[in-house]
């Protein structure tokens, strides 16, 4: 008789996103979070049709927390939502570090990188553009614009103060 575990999606996922973490994407394999879940291999294929799969699938859960927390500041002032992109990017980044600055990791994920960014850089410019709207000539461009440059200094590490004098420049 097969043994029947609770939750067993929500182990795995949570168990590659530990091991990602700690040791990092090379070292992270569908038979090691298997193990460590009590599972069979098999198993997991049944979820994940691949370790990319299964590490997109938590780091999704993850980026729609990030863009909740984006979101919350719906009417703020620029500086607000500013603020709340940068520092959900910042806590998305620094949670995945070791998996973005891993040359493994980039060479399978490179494929598909352009269009999660371009996904991504979006989702942020439609959570910016509604301050743009009002003050700049050209509402959408600014808003890639600013989305695109938030991704790229947040990735740098530059400070929040840094960049809000640059955006602010942009918007008047």
Not at 124 to 129: F, G, N, P, R, S
Not at 144 to 166: C, P, Q, R
């Amino acid at each position: 008789m097969p043994k029947i575990i609770e939750n067993v999606k929500e182990q795995l996922l949570a168990e590659a996103a530990r091991q990602i973490r700690e040791l990092g994407y090379s070292k992270t394999t569908i038979r090691s979070v298997a193990g460590a879940c009590g599972v069979g291999v098999g198993t997991v294929y049944n979820y994940f049709p691949s370790k990319d799969m299964l590490i997109a699938s938590f780091m999704l859960e993850d980026w729609q927390r990030a863009l909740a927390k984006m979101r919350s500041v719906d009417g703020g002032k620029a500086e607000e939502i500013f603020l709340a992109v940068y520092d959900s990017l910042r806590g998305f980044i620094t949670s995945y570090k070791t998996l973005f600055s891993d040359p493994e990791a980039a060479k399978s994920f490179g494929a598909t990188h352009t269009d999660y960014h371009r996904i991504l850089r979006r989702q942020i410019a439609d959570i910016v553009l509604p301050v743009l709207s009002k003050t700049a000539e050209n509402g959408e461009f600014a808003a890639e614009f600013i989305a695109e440059s938030l991704l790229t200094w947040t990735m740098e590490g530059k400070a929040f103060g840094d960049i809000y004098s640059i955006l602010e420049s942009i918007i008047k």
